[in-house]
């Protein structure tokens, strides 16, 4: 019985490290979005484009990266399209290795798309563009600003090499937000962070990431009501 018990408790152990809940985590809340209606994920995109277009109705930079959605990841295409007739050039990652950090190529309506290393549609031709905003989708997050994606790293290996940093924009449904993402030492915390209930500026901080990640003392972890 000691044996059996002594078996457990290190399984459990096994179980809690921060890797293994970072991926059930990551799992869960992926499931739980790829489970919901086409409609309804049309009407809390609706919710997070309306929600930037509250915080930036002017192009929050020059030259703007977003995400093709997949896997029912908001689709912020109304955003970016009214950012674009302002002005700004559009730009779609690309992934051309594994262990690599993305590359940029120019985007508009009529440019054509192909599946990229990951099965992504992206620009598979074009100079590499380096943008000063990135609109990024977040499978879980927490109220400081740290995300979990889909396990590959290709936002924080190209997040770490740009410079300057660009303008970080977190767009994710409610149900994937968590206490903490118990975030890793190489995760870059995102500066915004956009939901269909709302939206705040997480100013976080690299602080002490031991798996907790609350949010700043000087921004709770409140959101901005969007406008009804």
Sequence with gaps: MQQHS???????????????IRQALRAARLAARRACAPAQVAAWS???????LQAFPQTPGKCIAFCWPIHNEPDVRAAIEVWRKAGAAIVLPVTIARQAPLV???????????????GIPAPLDGEPV???VFVIPLNAFDAAGYRLGYGGGFFDRTLAALRP????????????R????????HDCPLD????????????????????????????????HKGRR
């Design 130 to 132: 380096q943008p000063d």
């Design 46 to 52: 609706r919710q997070v484009v309306a929600h930037l």
């Design 178 to 185: 968590t206490k903490s993402v118990w975030p890793q030492a």
């Design 165 to 176: 940093a660009p303008l970080t924009l977190g767009v994710g449904f409610e149900l994937g």
């Design 192 to 223: 915004w962070l956009f939901t269909e209930a709302g939206f705040w500026a997480t100013r976080a901080r690299p602080l002490l990431r031991n798996g907790k990640s609350p949010a700043p003392a000087s921004q709770p972890p409140k959101l």
């Design 6 to 20: 002594m078996k457990d408790a290190k399984d459990r152990s096994a179980d809690e490290t921060p890797r293994n």
């Design 104 to 118: 940029f190529r120019a985007w508009t309506p009529q440019t054509p798309l192909a599946a990229d290393v990951c």
